[in-house]
């Protein structure tokens, strides 16, 4: 079945630092990509997706490209703040499964003053 | 647009006892909603899928007695957990997916359960 595997954590980073998170991804068709973020005590967040192959997704100064030729989604930041201090999860969803979302296991970002 | 509500956000109950978490889409109808349960630093894991004015399907390993699911309106799906042990304390997490809508799906704040 779709599968996503992402890098694994923790990852502790000064503030202005650059951020990657690695992602990629198993899957039968062509699913859409998703980063989510999710904030200390919060439910989550949906970052920025890509649903087919080059698209870039962008807000709050991250970006993940969806690349096919590879099967990846990684995540990107030039400058983290401390704001930026979460867990980002990886995930894909496909027609064929209902949309239901494949989650990558979370790679919690900490960065420091 | 598109928040998703849940309530209660922390919950603590006796083990043996039940416990109800409401999610509720505020400002748009939800046809399918879904429930996750989120282990300490662990991904989210689908649950159940919860389909307004039909049962709700359930993943594989997840206990249909155990974990009650009722999707009775457009806007509101519930999560008790019957009879509720130590090991059923977790995060739960309920998504909403709009009606004809593209396919994405908005999250609730989730639900701290401990049982004590």
């Known amino acids: 079945g779709d599968s996503v595997t992402q890098m694994e954590g923790p990852v502790t980073l000064s503030e202005e630092a650059f951020l990657t998170i690695n992602c990629t991804y198993t899957?039968?068709?062509?699913?859409?990509l998703f980063w989510y973020v999710q904030y200390p005590g919060e439910g989550l967040q949906l970052l920025l997706k890509?649903?087919?192959?080059?698209d870039k997704g962008s807000n709050k100064g991250f970006e993940a490209t969806y690349r096919k030729e590879t099967t990846s989604f990684h995540l990107e930041k030039g400058s983290v703040q401390v704001s930026d201090s979460a867990v980002y999860f990886c995930?894909?969803?496909?027609?064929?499964?209902?949309?239901?979302?494949?989650f990558g296991a979370g790679t919690t970002v900490t960065v420091r003053a | 647009g598109a928040v998703v509500s849940q309530h209660p956000s922390r919950v603590i109950c006796k083990s043996g006892t039940s416990v109800k978490i409401e999610c509720r889409s505020l400002?748009?109808?939800?046809?399918?909603m879904f429930w996750y349960r989120q282990f300490p630093k662990q991904s989210l894991m689908l649950m159940a899928t919860?389909?307004?004015?039909?049962?709700?399907?359930?993943e594989q390993g997840v206990e249909k007695d155990k974990f009650l699911i009722n999707h009775a309106s457009l806007t509101l799906s519930t999560l008790t957990v019957t009879s509720a042990h130590p090991e059923d304390s977790s995060f739960y997490i309920c998504?909403?997916?709009?009606?004809?809508?593209?396919?994405?799906?908005?999250f609730g704040e989730g639900s701290r359960l401990t049982v004590l």
């Open positions: 890509a649903t087919k192959a080059d």
């Open positions: 998504s909403a997916r709009r009606t004809g809508g593209t396919g994405e799906l908005f």
């Open positions: 899957a039968t068709g062509y699913p859409s």
């Open positions: 995930a894909l969803s496909d027609f064929r499964n209902d949309y239901k979302l494949s």
């Open positions: 919860s389909n307004e004015g039909s049962k709700a399907t359930y």
């Open positions: 400002d748009f109808q939800a046809t399918t």
